[in-house]
């Protein structure tokens, strides 16, 4: 059924949040200073991406859109650490192009065995016993754990293949498939018979294999989205080589010339980089060809422009060996599959109000917390000057500094954010 292909589909990611600190003090008989011993919280777990071979479609992502990681747990006393939340393992067919929902750039091509981290964790807050000092022995206060982070994306699958066959309704790519690997696509004499792209592995000589794509038939129009090919002309993207298909029997009563630059034309639409993709044309069913003359002016064309044409019959088993010949000899000076590079570069966060952050004063340390804050933190390279005085900059634009005067701050306090200290000077 064709609601069976799913090759599309946008969810919602959430990193879990991290646990938050523990205040808490060793109260022991015999043991005269215990000291703070809160323990810190434990991280949020992660959103990871996982490349599944038994997988060939986005199916699992058409009822389930929102998908979460477990929370870390917070921090107890006698210097336990919160438990770390358990990370989100999320399975795609290889080939998985992650985009970005808002901005359509790529984050990442899942087309390695290697496991992506889409969202991190948050980090678990420190406990009470992180701000001890020898002038600060008894620190009533503990940090939060940080938020996790979240991603709205959609994942567009883009199958791996070597060769993409081409070409409109009912020219027997289907049948081609069927008799060069042994793929089982549905085969009749009517058009769109083909509802979603067929795989197949063609086994040439020892060591020598490609993997071919059975694409739905293209009509005028495609790229505009008219038939099913627009859908999938996606597909294509990545194939090293097309076989143009071509129908010279006459059967139907169509000129096979105008079919060839109709294909081609839809092909430079939708993208003029697979307009220049090499090309095998395969003039199908020749025997039961009408009108030899098809066949010649078809030759004569595809030859001035440069491609090469191969006379076949599928159903007959005839010059099918032929072709996967001439197909293998292209593909070896051919360049692998392509993979596509990351796009996607995170937007830093944009700060916020100064009233809306927690402010706590505990002798001598102001302990600053708030959503916003926590994201910029994660975005600051302390070990850098100019994104250190970028950070400052950013501070007193919000109007911290100036609530923190107000609420009477003085010079050599310690400001607590996030973890980060520094010595307050105006």
């Given at each position: 059924?064709?609601?069976?292909?799913?090759?599309?589909?946008?969810?919602?990611?959430?990193?879990?949040?991290?646990?938050?600190?523990?205040?808490?003090?060793?109260?022991?008989?015999?043991?005269?200073?215990?000291?703070?011993?809160?323990?810190?919280?434990?991280?949020?777990?992660?959103?990871?991406?996982?490349?599944?071979?038994?997988?060939?479609?986005?199916?699992?992502?058409?009822?389930?859109?929102?998908?979460?990681?477990?929370?870390?747990?917070?921090?107890?006393?006698?210097?336990?650490?919160?438990?770390?939340?358990?990370?989100?393992?999320?399975?795609?067919?290889?080939?998985?192009?992650?985009?970005?929902?808002?901005?359509?750039?790529?984050?990442?091509?899942?087309?390695?065995?290697?496991?992506?981290?889409?969202?991190?964790?948050?980090?678990?807050?420190?406990?009470?016993?992180?701000?001890a000092t020898p002038t600060r022995q008894v620190p009533r206060f503990a940090k939060a754990g940080l938020p996790g982070e979240s991603h709205e994306v959609v994942l567009e699958l883009k199958l791996l293949a070597d060769v993409g066959l081409i070409g409109f309704p009912n020219v027997g790519k289907s049948t081609l498939l069927s008799?060069?690997?042994?793929?089982?696509?549905?085969?009749?004499?009517?058009?769109?018979?083909?509802?979603?792209?067929?795989?197949?592995?063609?086994?040439?000589?020892?060591?020598?294999?490609?993997?071919?794509?059975?694409?739905?038939?293209?009509?005028?129009?495609?790229?505009?989205?008219?038939?099913?090919?627009?859908?999938?002309?996606?597909?294509?993207?990545?194939?090293?080589?097309?076989?143009?298909?071509?129908?010279?029997?006459?059967?139907?009563?169509?000129?096979?010339?105008?079919?060839?630059?109709?294909?081609?034309?839809?092909?430079?639409?939708?993208?003029?980089?697979?307009?220049?993709?090499?090309?095998?044309?395969?003039?199908?069913?020749?025997?039961?060809?009408?009108?030899?003359?098809?066949?010649?002016?078809?030759?004569?064309?595809?030859?001035?422009?440069?491609?090469?044409?191969?006379?076949?019959?599928?159903?007959?088993?005839?010059?099918?060996?032929?072709?996967?010949?001439?197909?293998?000899?292209?593909?070896?000076?051919?360049?692998?599959?392509?993979?596509?590079?990351?796009?996607?570069?995170?937007?830093?966060?944009?700060?916020?109000?100064?009233?809306?952050?927690?402010?706590?004063?505990?002798?001598?340390?102001?302990?600053?917390?708030?959503?916003?804050?926590?994201?910029?933190?994660?975005?600051?390279?302390?070990?850098?000057?100019?994104?250190?005085?970028?950070?400052?900059?950013?501070?007193?634009?919000?109007?911290?500094?100036?609530?923190?005067?107000?609420l009477g701050i003085a010079d050599g306090d310690t400001v607590s954010l996030d973890g980060f200290e520094f010595e307050y000077q105006r």
């Amino acid at each position: 059924m064709a609601s069976a292909f799913i090759d599309k589909a946008r969810i919602s990611v959430r990193a879990g949040n991290g646990g938050n600190g523990a205040v808490s003090f060793h109260r022991e008989k015999y043991v005269a200073a215990g000291g703070p011993d809160g323990g810190d919280g434990g991280r949020g777990g992660s959103i990871i991406l996982q490349v599944d071979d038994n997988m060939s479609t986005l199916m699992d992502f058409r009822y389930k859109r929102k998908y979460v990681a477990g929370n870390g747990a917070d921090g107890q006393g006698k210097r336990k650490f919160g438990k770390d939340g358990a990370s989100l393992v999320i399975k795609v067919p290889r080939g998985t192009l992650v985009r970005d929902a808002e901005t359509n750039e790529i984050i990442q091509d899942m087309s390695g065995s290697e496991p992506y981290v889409l969202c991190r964790g948050g980090r678990g807050g420190w406990g009470n016993s992180h701000f001890a000092t020898p002038t600060r022995q008894v620190p009533r206060f503990a940090k939060a754990g940080l938020p996790g982070e979240s991603h709205e994306v959609v994942l567009e699958l883009k199958l791996l293949a070597d060769v993409g066959l081409i070409g409109f309704p009912n020219v027997g790519k289907s049948t081609l498939l069927s008799v060069v690997s042994k793929a089982q696509p549905k085969i009749a004499n009517y058009h769109f018979t083909t509802l979603f792209p067929n795989l197949g592995v063609v086994w040439v000589d020892e060591g020598v294999s490609f993997v071919m794509a059975d694409i739905p038939g293209i009509i005028e129009g495609a790229s505009e989205g008219a038939g099913l090919g627009h859908d999938f002309l996606r597909h294509i993207d990545r194939c090293r080589l097309l076989v143009h298909l071509v129908d010279v029997s006459g059967s139907e009563a169509r000129d096979p010339v105008a079919d060839f630059d109709a294909i081609n034309a839809e092909l430079a639409q939708y993208s003029p980089a697979l307009a220049e993709r090499p090309q095998i044309v395969a003039a199908n069913k020749t025997d039961i060809l009408e009108n030899p003359e098809n066949l010649e002016r078809l030759r004569a064309h595809v030859e001035a422009l440069g491609y090469p044409l191969m006379e076949m019959s599928a159903a007959a088993h005839q010059g099918t060996w032929q072709l996967v010949q001439q197909i293998a000899e292209r593909l070896s000076a051919l360049p692998p599959v392509r993979v596509f590079e990351a796009e996607y570069v995170p937007k830093p966060p944009a700060p916020g109000d100064a009233s809306s952050l927690e402010i706590q004063h505990e002798e001598g340390v102001w302990l600053i917390e708030g959503p916003w804050i926590q994201r910029l933190m994660a975005n600051v390279n302390f070990s850098d000057y100019e994104s250190r005085m970028w950070f400052d900059k950013v501070l007193r634009e919000a109007g911290v500094f100036q609530r923190l005067e107000t609420l009477g701050i003085a010079d050599g306090d310690t400001v607590s954010l996030d973890g980060f200290e520094f010595e307050y000077q105006r």
